[in-house]
């Protein structure tokens, strides 16, 4: 009786997640785009690998404007090269575990998912062009709760703050006094116990989300 091949992508689907299930993150990041069938079977081993990975301490992200290829360094070392299309003209305004808060020209704003490639797409950002802002998440954007912050200065004597509540997928805009002589150009930013702050090279600035006037 002559051998009949079968492709890969016939596997069946239990079989595929027992593979899945006993890989590791790099393994899994291949597996995981070989095709739909692939990808659908190793989605759930990869989401739950990843976030036990990346609590583990930093990751490093190295990404160059010439191309999509960027490589992934780990706390532990370990190195992975992969493409990353969805970050060409992309700004990144904060990080939350393995997801990007991402920027484009014009005002689209979205979370990307730098291992799974999940996408969540934002209401489209009230400005169309970034210049000094910086940003900060509180949470998963999986989660309702999760809010966006987004701050600039407007001003010699105030901060433009652009908070996004998920739930209510509605950009509110806030000003917020602190005069330029205070702060140095503002760098980075965090959230922490209910509090967004934001930093400069001298200094913190801590602004309350409770008090935040719409």
Same mark, same amino acid.
């Given at each position: ?35 739909? #069938?692939?990808?659908?079977?190793? &989605? ?6 990843? =976030? ?10 190295? %990404?160059?404007?010439?191309? &999509? =290829? ?9 190195? @992975? ?14 990080? %939350? ?12 704003? @979205?979370?990307?998912?730098?291992? &799974? ?9 009230? !400005? ?5 802002? !910086?940003?900060?998440?509180?949470? &998963? ?5 999760? !809010? ?21 997928? #509605?950009?509110?805009?806030?000003? %917020? ?5 205070? #702060? ?6 965090? %959230? ?23």
């Amino acid at each position: 009786m002559p051998r009949q091949n079968r492709a890969w992508s016939d596997l069946p689907p239990e079989l595929l997640s027992l593979i899945a299930e006993r890989a590791g993150l790099f393994e899994l990041l291949s597996f995981f785009r070989v095709c739909n #069938t692939w990808h659908s079977a190793s &989605s759930t081993s990869l989401a739950h690998i990843a =976030e036990h990975e990346v609590n583990k301490g930093p990751w490093f992200l190295l %990404y160059e404007d010439k191309n &999509s =290829e960027c490589q992934l360094l780990t706390a532990t070392g370990k190195k @992975f090269t992969t493409s990353l299309p969805e970050l060409d003209g992309t700004t990144c305004l904060a990080t %939350y575990g393995a997801w990007f808060l991402l920027f484009k020209q014009g005002g689209s704003m @979205f979370f990307f998912h730098i291992l &799974s490639r999940q996408r969540i797409d934002l209401p489209e950002f009230p !400005v169309p062009e970034l210049t000094d802002h !910086v940003g900060a998440v509180s949470s &998963s954007p999986t989660s309702q709760d999760c !809010v966006v912050c987004v701050i600039s200065r407007s001003d010699d004597e105030t901060l433009d703050a652009k908070l996004l509540f998920l739930r209510d997928k #509605t950009w509110i805009g806030s000003e %917020y006094s602190h005069p330029r002589a205070k #702060t140095d150009t503002i760098k980075s930013a965090g %959230y922490n116990n209910g509090t967004f702050g934001f930093f400069d090279g001298r200094s913190q600035t801590i602004l309350p989300t409770g008090n935040i006037r719409n």
